[in-house]
Every structure is written in C-alpha cells, then in structure tokens.
C-alpha cells in the first residue's frame, strides 16, 4: 500500500472512528426497534413494515462499511475521483438517514394499527405508553445520527481537497506525459468509481425486495435472484474491462447497462403508479431514492464507459501501459546493444541504457540506434505497438525530469 501522507492517516482514522460510532447507534436503535415489535403481535402487513425497516437498518450500516472501502482504495489508488465521490455518498446517506426516520414514524403507526397488544413486560400497560416509551429513546439516537452525518460530510469535504492537492503531483508524473493519456486516465478514474457505486446502490435495491411477500409487491423471489446474479456478471465483467482495457468486453457492457436502464426505469413508473391496494405505500419513498439514485449512476457509467471505449480504439491505454495506481509502474523493456555510460542509479531507471539519440555521442555506438525499440511480442499487434510507443515517450520524459 503506499506510504500515507499526515492529511491521507488523519481521514482514514476519522472515517474508521465514523462508521464505528454510527454502528454502534444504529444497533441500538435496532434494539429499540426489535424490543417495541415484540411487545405486539402483528399482521402480515405489519410483519413485512418491520422487516423492511430492519433490511434499511442493516443498508446503513453496509454502507458504512462501504464507505470505509472507498476511502482506504481511493488511498491505496491516489484517486481523487474517488474521493469526491466518497463525499457525495456522505451527501446521500444524509438523505438516506432522513427519508430512514420517516419509514420508523410509518412502523410506529401504520405497522402496528391493527396489531394486537401482548406485552411481555409489565410496566408495559398501553399500546399508546408502549409506543411513547420507545419514541423517547429511538428518536434522540435519530438526530444525533443525521447531526453526525451531516458534520462528518462537511469535515470529509475539506480533507478530500486537500488530498486531491497531495496526489496531484503523483499523478501527474505518472499520467500526464500526455495530454490524451490525462484525460483517458481521469475517464477510466470516473468510472472506476461509478461502477464501485453501481455494485452498492443494485445490490441495496435488491435486498429491499426480499419482503415483497409479506408487503404485497408484484415481483417474485425470482426477480431478485435474477437481479443479484445478472447485476454481478455486469458488474464484473465492467471491472475487468477495465483493468485490462479490453474494449470489447466494455462493449458487452455497456449494452447490458442500457438494457437494465430500460429495466430501472420500468420499475421506478410501476412502483409510483397508484392503485386502489397499494403495496408500495410504506416503502415508496425509499425505494424510489434508490432506483432514481441507480439510473442517474447507470446513466453516468454508459457515458463514460463510452468515453473509455472511444479511448481504447484510438490506442489510448492507461493501465496497460503505465500499470496500475498505487502499484510499481510498468517500465518499457529495453535493448542492451550499447554500454551503459551513464549512472543508472542517478538515473532513476535501472532498465536504462545511455541516451542515443544525441548526435554527438562517441561511444561504442554500432549505428543501430534502437535501445528504445519495443520488444518483438509487442509489435504483433496494434495494441502492443501504441503501448511501446507511449512507454519509449514516457521514459524519455522521466530522462528529462530526471
């Protein structure tokens, strides 16, 4: 992993303490939740509130977990990208928490309207002093989940750009040789981190189906099984189109991702249809904020897996090339037809040479002036070419910085 900096320790360690502080009064409030329901005896319907209530519980606190992922890779990647989208996702669990305090005044009222009163502890004496004896603990521990959440967004804010700031020279000497090499680096960046983000808003909207038995919902188990399965492949096969730059995996991809638009879209009318008895009455609001949050990232990731596409065919390779962020960097390899004249050590690249292309050189230069000429292996295709060409203008690079 690559060495952290004083600011990249700091957000690590706030973000650990973070997400360690709000599990711990998510659980709580779990706790509250599980103790008030099982002072009641209720319906089907009541059950599938409950249980839809506690699958929201357990997505809040998955992404916490995500979140601490994010961080830790867009470290270990120096990707810039992704930690601002590590603050819009802070900006997203606000509205998460939110629209989460409004589905338990729906439990506490809706899913326990006809449910029948069997307390199991006797200070227990009314529905009505039951229900005001758990709002009294539950809702403080609310607030002061959103007030963590909308401070720590803020205080996340500031770190990511003075991060941005301290990796921007790293990537730049990396990436930058190249005015279209940056700009195919930042779109491969951009969606890296949107597909990251597609893995937890598909797999979370998922999840929200499993109660669609008890709640009413028109889809089967079927429909979920289907949507974690074809969601993975895509998800996977996106990821590995990107590591390896393979354009025609991307390719697949993207026509899947415009297929399961049609899907999310067909989905988001149907669940915001009315109807006379409506199953989606409890758990409208946020199943919307997650299929309306997943179309807007899928539409964000066709267009730059587009964008990496168009890249790709014009011979623009960034990993391939350069090698991976937070990893050692791919070096071209070279002929060793002339003695090395110069100290490679000061140099900074062991693979290097001598520098021949300076007409003044008296050496044992034997005229062939190609120690920077790619490999066989990578002239057989126009892929490995473009990869060799970019490598010899990268080190020429490194040799003038150096």
Not at 49 to 59: M, N, P, V
Not at 205 to 229: C, D, K, M, R, V
Request: proline residues 3%.
């Amino acid at each position: 992993m690559a060495k952290l900096s004083i600011t990249g320790i700091v957000t690590l360690v706030s973000i650990l303490l973070y997400a360690i502080i709000l599990t711990a009064l998510e659980i709580l409030v779990v706790l509250f939740h599980h103790n008030f329901v099982d002072q009641f005896e209720l319906d089907r319907q009541g059950k599938g509130i409950s249980e839809a209530d506690l699958i929201y519980h357990a997505i809040f606190m998955l992404s916490l977990a995500f979140q601490v992922l994010l961080c830790v890779d867009a470290l270990w990647r120096k990707n810039s990208m992704q930690l601002i989208a590590l603050v819009l996702f802070y900006l997203l669990s606000l509205v998460y928490a939110g629209v989460q305090l409004y589905q338990h005044m729906i439990l506490e009222d809706e899913g326990t309207e006809n449910a029948k009163f069997v307390p199991k502890d006797a200070k227990f004496q009314t529905p009505e002093s039951t229900k005001a004896f758990f709002i009294k603990r539950m809702r403080p521990l609310e607030y002061v989940i959103i007030g963590i959440v909308t401070a720590f967004s803020g205080y996340l804010a500031a770190l990511s750009i003075k991060l941005t700031k301290d990796f921007g020279w790293d990537v730049y000497r990396t990436y930058s040789a190249d005015v279209k090499i940056r700009d195919a680096f930042r779109s491969l960046s951009i969606l890296q981190t949107l597909i990251k983000l597609d893995i937890f808003f598909i797999g979370s909207y998922a999840i929200q189906l499993i109660p669609s038995q008890n709640i009413g919902y028109s889809n089967s188990i079927a429909e979920t099984i289907l949507i974690f399965f074809i969601g993975t492949i895509m998800l996977l096969m996106a990821w590995y189109s990107i590591m390896q730059e393979s354009k025609y995996i991307l390719l697949c991809v993207i026509n899947l991702l415009i297929l399961s638009l049609i899907y999310m879209v067909y989905r988001i009318i149907s669940i915001n249809i009315p109807r006379p008895d409506d199953p989606y009455e409890f758990t409208r609001r946020l199943l919307t904020f997650f299929l309306a949050t997943t179309i807007c990232l899928v539409l964000f990731t066709i267009f730059y897996a587009i964008k990496c596409f168009k890249n790709m065919m014009q011979g623009n390779y960034v990993f391939t090339t350069y090698g991976l962020p937070g990893q050692e960097q791919n070096a071209p390899e070279i002929q060793q037809n002339i003695p090395n004249s110069f100290n490679t050590e000061y140099l900074g690249y062991s693979g290097y040479s001598g520098y021949s292309g300076y007409s003044g050189y008296s050496g044992n230069n034997t005229g062939n002036n190609n120690n920077l000429v790619p490999n066989e292996t990578q002239k057989k295709s126009k892929r490995a070419s473009k990869i060799a060409e970019v490598q010899n203008a990268r080190l020429s690079r490194r040799i003038s910085i150096d």
